[in-house]
């Protein structure tokens, strides 16, 4: 069972005279409760049985109440013969204001020597619109964080200050669809002893309906109005890389890269046919396809490390992680705002994070853990907005 409760409550002062401007608060809460079955009728078939259903809440004081509630209940039966393992799984998810989803999922693997062995797979994928996605409506200091339902609202709220439309209010009169995808993955796994492993792992994602998070208009005075919208057809592709060290029986080391191309399929087409131009030295000129550097929001390239100490005779754990992005583009900086992220827009630096937790085992079934995400406390309020600086946490977990 996962359960979450996020409360918050926001007070502004105006600052040339300290008197109250307004003040609001905001409640999230999520339910998941999730049951699995597990049959073994031998060591080389495995069969899973699991349903549950996910309850999620919304309550501003400007917009209410609102809820999701959706349940699912999936199989997968996992077999051996010999060299070769085969899973068959499947989802059904049943959603009250979405259509349902049948989500059937193939994968396999064949042990080539003792120590390699290739893997691939073919699924479907769905995932609905979550709450916030739908009705969050969080006025900031520099944007306005709005979900779908909310745009027509915040359109009317500023209709005398917008400076710039990005995204018309008109694509925000019937409903944010839920993302339905088919996912392909090939890979290789490099295992040569205990102590050592690799592997890499080409991937591919055919998204319709994508969810996504765009600014959808500017004011006067620069504030952004951001909204959760569908992109008709996208893809990601790439590939990934990762490296897995055990020093000793305490301390092992991963590491980790990725390489992403994500691509809007409709803004693919529009440098494809000459539909998308720029001004340079005064003078209009049309981009090509090479022009083109994907969806915005996304790093080409990502670097993680990972460190893990344990200490069993006393029940410690404890890791520290590492993650580097590379550059990418952001709606902000479309420099010759045509809309796209292009050769000729400023791009984003790329970012690092460390992040550090323990954890200490309580008994048979408790387990209490400790730590700080973003340790070096980075901040960059006008481009990453939602990495919201150092962060100190504790959690209990029980197990039965």
């Not at 809820?67 to 039966?77: P, R």
Request: net charge negative.
């Amino acid at each position: 069972m996962y359960i979450s409760d996020y409360k918050s409550k926001s007070i502004e002062h105006i600052f040339e005279t300290g008197e109250l401007d307004s003040e609001g608060f905001l409640n999230h809460n999520f339910l998941r409760p999730e049951f699995k079955i597990y049959f073994t009728p031998n060591k080389n078939h495995t069969a899973i049985l699991g349903f549950g259903t996910t309850s999620e809440k919304i309550n501003r004081d400007d917009t209410g109440n609102n809820s999701l509630n959706a349940q699912f209940v999936y199989g997968q039966y996992d077999a051996t013969f010999g060299k070769l393992n085969v899973i068959l799984g499947a989802r059904y998810d049943n959603t009250k204001d979405f259509s349902s989803q049948f989500s059937p999922k193939l994968a396999a693997s064949y042990q080539i020597s003792n120590e390699v062995k290739i893997q691939g797979s073919i699924g479907r994928g769905f995932k609905a619109p979550d709450v916030r996605q739908l009705f969050f409506d969080w006025p900031r200091s520099n944007d306005h964080i709005l979900g779908y339902n909310a745009v027509l609202g915040a359109f009317e709220q500023y209709q005398n200050d917008i400076a710039q439309v990005f995204v018309p209010a008109s694509e925000f009169t019937g409903t944010l669809k839920p993302e339905r995808s088919v996912s392909y993955n090939l890979g290789l796994t490099y295992n040569p002893n205990r102590r050592f492993s690799a592997d890499i792992n080409f991937f591919r994602n055919n998204i319709k309906d994508m969810i996504v998070s765009q600014v959808v208009a500017v004011l006067n005075d620069g504030y952004r109005l951001r909204a959760s919208n569908n992109v008709s057809s996208a893809y990601t592709q790439g590939v990934e890389v990762n490296t897995r060290i055990k020093v000793s029986n305490n301390l092992r080391f991963n590491l980790g890269y990725q390489y992403l191309d994500a691509v809007d399929n409709d803004a693919l087409n529009a440098f494809k046919n000459g539909e998308v131009t720029t001004i340079v030295n005064g003078e209009e000129i049309t981009l090509t396809e090479r022009d083109y550097k994907g969806m915005f929001d996304r790093s080409k390239h990502m670097f993680t490390a990972k460190l893990f100490y344990e200490l069993p005779q006393y029940g410690l754990d404890m890791n520290i992680r590492a993650s580097l992005k590379s550059d990418y583009g952001y709606e902000d900086n479309d420099t010759n705002e045509n809309g796209y992220y292009d050769a000729y827009d400023v791009s984003i630096n790329g970012l690092g994070l460390v992040d550090y937790a323990i954890n200490k085992k309580l008994g048979k079934s408790f387990v209490l853990g400790a730590g700080v995400d973003n340790i070096f406390d980075y901040t960059d309020p006008l481009n990453n907005q939602f990495v919201g600086g150092r962060i100190f946490y504790t959690k209990l977990n029980y197990s039965f």
